[in-house]
């Protein structure tokens, strides 16, 4: 992940007071999709790579090491985007972020990256929502409110009885693993395959067990080490 490189780009002061804050981000979302779907698009459309992201300050802090603090304005990786933490993250009122890659390539160990201060190109917000609706512009005026966390809500899943696992969500799996291979490479080991696919899972509410997970890892690590 090349997250440190893009913290060198310089970013005119001026250019940064014209954009979006995340909590005028997320109003202006609310008032094309409503206050529900607002979270979700947002999400989506940064995990996508459609908005452009800046912070005023940044850290970077590789495991068991001192952080590295850049005061400078900096944008963030679009790859970061699903490496976001519950834990240090207050997006939409606070306009921080922590991101949390366990094995980062600039490193070669976990790394810690800390954004403070962000804001979005409101250019980018304009061209990938729909127009704004009086309903829900309505709704906006009304005293809608960001959610506390910063990620979308985990879905409810009925708990697996047995037999093979839900398949709805598969399709959605199977993207962010070739996704985060293609961007950092064949694992060395299976487990990082499984750990990957379990984390997914997880993060966003399904239930998945180490059985189902650990016979396609397998598949797929032995699928891509063939020439």
């Not at 459609?50 to 940044?58: D, G, L, N, P, Q």
Request: charged share 25%.
């Amino acid at each position: 992940m090349a997250a440190a490189s893009s913290a060198e780009r310089e970013i005119p002061s001026e250019e940064i007071a014209t954009w979006y804050t995340p909590i005028q981000t997320y109003a202006y979302a609310a008032s094309c999709v409503g206050l529900q779907g607002a979270n979700k698009a947002l999400w989506q459309l940064l995990n996508g790579g459609m908005i452009k992201a800046v912070a005023t300050s940044s850290s970077i802090t590789p495991k068991d090491r001192s952080p590295r603090a850049n005061p400078k304005p900096s944008f963030i990786p679009p790859s970061l985007w699903r490496h976001a933490a519950d834990h240090g993250t207050d997006l939409w009122k606070g306009a921080y972020a922590r991101f949390w890659v366990a094995k980062d390539s600039n490193f070669g160990m976990p790394v810690a990256y800390q954004y403070f201060g962000i804001k979005f190109n409101p250019d980018d917000i304009r061209a990938n929502l729909p127009a704004p609706n009086p309903i829900y512009e309505a709704e906006v005026r009304a005293g809608g409110a960001p959610p506390a966390k910063q990620a979308e809500p985990a879905k409810p899943v009925e708990p697996h009885k047995g037999g093979r696992p839900r398949k709805d969500f598969w399709d959605d799996l199977w993207i962010e693993v070739c996704a985060h291979i293609h961007e950092e490479g064949i694992p060395a080991q299976q487990a990082d395959i499984e750990k990957m696919m379990l984390d997914w899972a997880a993060k966003h509410g399904h239930d998945v067990s180490v059985t189902s997970v650990r016979s396609r890892a397998r598949r797929l690590l032995q699928r891509l080490r063939k020439p």
